[in-house]
């Protein structure tokens, strides 16, 4: 213990008498550790950290799934799963919805989760004040009950301990308040959800014999038996699914490829993001190599002057083990220096990020630092030190002490050793920083290209905004019609309004599908027809969203509940059921109808599931002919769209004071939110690159400035023989290019080896675009060139009789 505080005195000692090198190394790799840091607390807490939940690695998301999509759960898998599973010791469905909020203020819709009364014990979560769901309360005859969030328990009741027994307004019926959550009540699997209710088997403007026809809305958590693995669970999971299909051959998922599949938790939590938080964890540790490889070679620059220190500590007994601590000791300080600044760093890069990409991330998941990522720091800063100090600290170890004493020839052979390795660290910070570099432009390139896709749609001067009518009030199709007609025709007379619409999906947001059996195709059961994305609209929403019109006519006004059935159909439907044929007047049966409705129009494509999505086969419907209460409000104006949103919504409490509006926001930030993710992710990994790639051209720049210094004898005899200036100029650029090349080579073979893990991730781009990988390098080599001609430049001004006296 004496030996290792008298190690950190001297060390302390040693780095203040070098405040300039210490701050350098510090900073440099104070960059490194602050974005490891960042980025592992990142992952930390959507990868590593346990949920909140009793047992939470038991824990299972069961999902009906076929080979394309997600299908959703129905009712009768739930009761299914429930009462003849074996592996799972308890089942919970939920779903989510809407409700309106009257009363205690303003009008609100609030996010409602549907729950089965066993999903919080389940889980082991208790409510701050009440009690949980009883399983009376989870049949159709319960009472109608609800738990509330905290947040909206304190913002809209004022955090009143007696809201608890009584009732509150929700969809005009009254509820009873049993429970209130905690604050820090984690439920990221569900999103966000103020208002919780048992009543899982009912849905905002579902009928419960539709719900129990087959109508795929819930999603199924599990908890496994002690003992019993998710292998166990699946293959259990497989008889079900063919006992679902026997006893319900005409239900729409009683297709033979409908699967159930069992998976934990966190994978159903974190499967959008997984890989991008892998990636980004991956490039930051490439930040980390280079960083250190950029202090290795600033260490192996100091070498030379502490030769002579350390063989007069050698010649006075000390042996190369205490050399070799004490040289690790300060380059393990300097890293626990680093590490300071580097948590500091990281604590503010975690919460940028966290701001700015919490769209992105799954809620209820909160990016904070913990002992967890403290640990990690100080593991990455003693590991770092370790690292970057062994080489410098065993090569001067090994120093000749007579050579050194007498300082004579400068020990030649040592100073090649250190210029050997300084250059392969140059090289590999070159292989690294490149590797980034191309990473960062294939997505750029791919965000490039997004940018200029083509909705098929005019997204500018749009303001939308949600409506959804509650079912009580609202419950026949009469209702639903006319309320949003009179909106329509109160909104479309307003200045500055050019037209108005409604659409049951929003655009880029198309998640509505149904079975449909087009006009030609194989007669088959219900299950195993295409599911294909259905939308209601008015007949104002293709002139509204300008959508161009390739053929037929759009909807009119007598396209009305009591008319024929028609559709209209875009053009990937119709090339993919009658390529070559003309759709307009073919039919399509939609769900459980048993006649066809008839195609009077074909639309050109939209993207209906996002911009870097495949266009999916899409049907249109009337408004009336498909009414729905949840509904979206688009308004095209003549000004700018945001300043229009309050005399809308005065028009739509015209006709219901008590009817809310939520999600006001235009199409153009629908847009922009469509491409949120890959953008964020370019910028980070495009910081990184270019903090890796400047951290190369300094360690470019400061091999050839040490050779230069290193070698001015050698240069001064050149230049007293004759040579020329040029010559000096060339052979210093020369070392530096050559270090460039070969760095390059390597960074282009692990690019093109590495870069097609990124392939899930690029929109239009190949994973080994041709012009990422020729622009980077050239990109690379003219900046390296540039940083080579400095030192090269000082080199050329050399005096050699002065340089010759002096040596």
Avoid at 664 to 688: G, K, N, W, Y
Avoid at 761 to 779: E, G, K, N, Q
Wanted: charged share 15%; glycine share 8%.
């Amino acid at each position: 213990m004496l030996a290792l505080l008298r190690d950190l005195r001297f060390s302390l000692r040693v780095l203040f008498k070098n405040p300039g090198f210490a701050l350098a190394a510090i900073l440099i790799l104070a960059l490194g550790i602050g974005a490891n840091t960042a980025m592992f607390t990142v992952a930390s807490a959507l990868l590593l950290r346990p949920f909140p939940y009793h047992d939470p690695q038991q824990l299972v998301s069961v999902e009906s799934k076929d080979k394309t999509a997600e299908r959703g759960g129905t009712l009768l898998r739930y009761e299914l799963l429930r009462d003849r599973s074996q592996s799972f010791q308890s089942v919970a469905a939920w779903t989510n919805d809407t409700f309106d909020l009257t009363g205690h203020g303003e009008p609100m819709q609030v996010p409602v989760a549907r729950v089965s009364p066993s999903f919080f014990p389940m889980l082991g979560v208790r409510p701050q004040l009440g009690r949980v769901f009883s399983d009376a309360e989870g049949r159709p005859e319960g009472e109608h009950v609800v738990m509330l969030s905290d947040a909206l328990w304190r913002s809209r009741f004022g955090g009143d301990p007696n809201i608890v027994g009584r009732t509150v307004t929700l969809d005009t019926a009254p509820h009873t308040v049993v429970g209130i959550l905690p604050a820090d009540a984690q439920f990221p699997f569900i999103g966000q959800a103020d208002v919780w209710t048992p009543r899982y088997f009912e849905l905002t403007l579902m009928t419960p014999q539709r719900l129990r026809s087959g109508v795929g809305y819930l999603s199924f958590l599990a908890r496994l038996r002690s003992g019993t693995t998710v292998a166990q669970a699946q293959s259990e999971l497989a008889v079900l699914n063919e006992q679902y299909r026997q006893q319900n051959p005409t239900a729409p998922d009683a297709d033979p490829a409908v699967m159930m599949m069992a998976s934990p938790l966190r994978d159903l939590v974190v499967a959008n993001v997984r890989g991008r938080i892998l990636m980004l964890s991956a490039a930051v540790a490439v930040v980390l190599l280079i960083a250190c490889a950029n202090v290795a070679s600033l260490l192996l620059s100091r070498a030379l002057s502490r030769r002579r220190e350390i063989a007069v500590r050698t010649a006075m007994g000390a042996s190369r083990g205490v050399i070799v601590r004490q040289l690790l000791t300060e380059s393990i300080l300097l890293a626990l220096f680093a590490g300071v600044l580097g948590v500091g760093l990281g604590w503010a890069a975690t919460r940028a990020m966290a701001t700015l990409s919490a769209s992105q991330l799954p809620q209820g998941m909160p990016i904070t630092m913990d002992l967890r990522v403290l640990l990690f720091a100080v593991g990455v800063s003693l590991l770092t030190g370790a690292g970057f100090g062994i080489f410098p600290a065993l090569q001067l170890a090994r120093a000749d002490l007579n050579t050194t004493l007498r300082e004579e020839g400068l020990s030649a052979s040592a100073g090649r050793e250190r210029a050997r390795v300084r250059s392969l660290l140059v090289v590999g910070q070159v292989a690294l920083s490149l590797l980034l570099l191309i990473g960062a432009g294939l997505l750029l390139r791919s965000f490039a290209r997004l940018l200029r896709v083509d909705p098929g749609f005019d997204a500018h001067s749009v303001l939308t905004m949600n409506v959804s009518l509650p079912t009580v009030k609202y419950a026949k199709p009469e209702q639903q019609i006319a309320f949003f007609d009179e909106v329509l025709r109160r909104v479309s007379a307003l200045p500055g309004v050019r037209s108005a619409a409604i659409s049951a999906a929003l655009p880029l947001s198309s998640k509505r599908i149904t079975p449909m059996l087009p006009q030609g195709q194989a007669e088959v059961p219900l299950a195993q027809r295409p599911f294909l994305d259905i939308e209601a609209v008015s007949p104002q929403w293709f002139d509204t969203m300008r959508v161009p019109l390739r053929g037929g006519r759009w909807f009119i006004a007598a396209d009305d509940a009591q008319a024929p059935k028609v559709i209209v159909v875009n053009e990937t439907f119709a090339r993919r059921f009658w390529p070559g044929e003309n759709p307009l007047g073919k039919r399509v049966i939609i769900g459980r109808a048993t006649v066809g409705a008839e195609v009077v129009g074909v639309a050109g494509d939209v993207k209906n599931q996002g911009l870097a999505e495949e266009t999916q086969a899409q049907v249109y419907v009337p408004f009336p002919q498909l009414p729905w209460g949840n509904m979206n409000l688009l308004v095209r104006t003549d000004v700018p769209p945001q300043g229009m949103a309050s005399a809308v919504q005065k028009q739509i409490a015209a006709v219901d004071a008590d009817q809310p509006v939520t999600s006001i926001q235009t199409v153009d930030e629908l847009m922009d939110s469509s491409r949120s993710q890959p953008h964020f992710t370019m910028m980070l990994l495009a910081a990184f690159s270019v903090g890796a790639f400047a951290l190369a051209i300094i360690g470019i720049y400061g091999v050839l400035a040490y050779s230069v210094a290193q070698r001015r004898h050698e240069m001064a005899i050149r230049l007293a023989l004759g040579a020329e200036r040029g010559d000096i100029l060339r052979l210093v650029v020369g070392q530096g290019l050559w270090l460039s090349v070969v760095g390059i080579g390597i960074g282009l073979l692990a690019a093109i080896l590495m870069t097609r893990l990124m392939s899930d991730m690029l929109y239009d781009v190949s994973a080994r675009d041709l012009m990422t990988f020729i622009l980077a390098p050239v990109i690379f080599l003219g900046v390296a060139l540039l940083a080579s001609y400095v030192p090269a430049r000082r080199a050329t001004k050399l005096n050699p009789v002065e340089a010759l006296r002096q040596s």
